[in-house]
């Protein structure tokens, strides 16, 4: 034989075996129990456990029972619940490994905390200092238009525009007070939380 036609002869047998070393292999015991092979899933065997093996009779997985319209609604749920749960976790596993970025020690964390605070604290300041200048000019308005308390009509418009101005801008500072103290509120809460959390991350060993 020539060589060229031997090795076109190897070659296709090579071919065939490796398809027969991939085939895959169905088995089960239908209702009446017989012992049934395919190679695809068993039709006979569909509410019942399936086998599918190697081309060398290992066992590769076990395919379970096909479900009802019920039974598979009930098994999505599930699915969906432990899909959730797994969520969850790998994001509380998120956060914890964010805190213990930015905060590897205590001391970063008191550090963060007295910044955010002190940011309130400043715009609290800055508020109260201009309400201060805010009730001066309304005093120097208010003396003014005392001298047209005879006759209010007397009064200039400018001074009357001015107060009301002032009267808004006291309201909007006082407001600002009002919000910045509920966020400090809010800034405590969170760092105690977190300081909560960091300390047991601080005190455990166990790979995030």
Not at 86 to 97: F, L, N, W
Request: a positive charge; aromatic letters at 4%; one cysteine or more.
């Amino acid at each position: 034989m020539p060589l060229k036609i031997l090795l076109i002869t190897m070659l296709a047998g090579l071919a065939s075996f490796g398809s027969q070393a991939r085939a895959e292999i169905y088995s089960c015991v239908d209702a009446k129990g017989r012992t049934i092979t395919a190679d695809r899933p068993i039709m006979d065997c569909l509410d019942r456990n399936q086998r599918e093996l190697s081309s060398f009779g290992v066992v590769k997985r076990q395919i379970g029972p096909s479900l009802t319209a019920q039974e598979q609604l009930q098994q999505d749920q599930k699915d969906k619940v432990v899909a959730e749960q797994r969520a969850r976790e790998a994001e509380s596993k998120r956060r914890d490994r964010t805190l213990l970025l930015h905060y590897p020690n205590r001391a970063s964390h008191d550090q963060q905390r007295a910044t955010t605070l002190a940011q309130s604290e400043e715009t609290i300041q800055l508020a109260k200092k201009i309400i201060t200048e805010l009730n001066l000019e309304r005093k120097a308005m208010s003396h003014e238009l005392e001298t047209y308390a005879k006759d209010p009509s007397k009064a200039p418009l400018s001074i009357k525009l001015s107060l009301k101005d002032n009267q808004a801008s006291l309201l909007e500072h006082q407001q600002i007070i009002v919000d910045q103290e509920q966020e400090k509120k809010r800034i405590t809460k969170r760092f105690d939380e977190e300081l909560l959390r960091l300390t047991q991350l601080w005190g455990t060993k166990t790979a995030l």
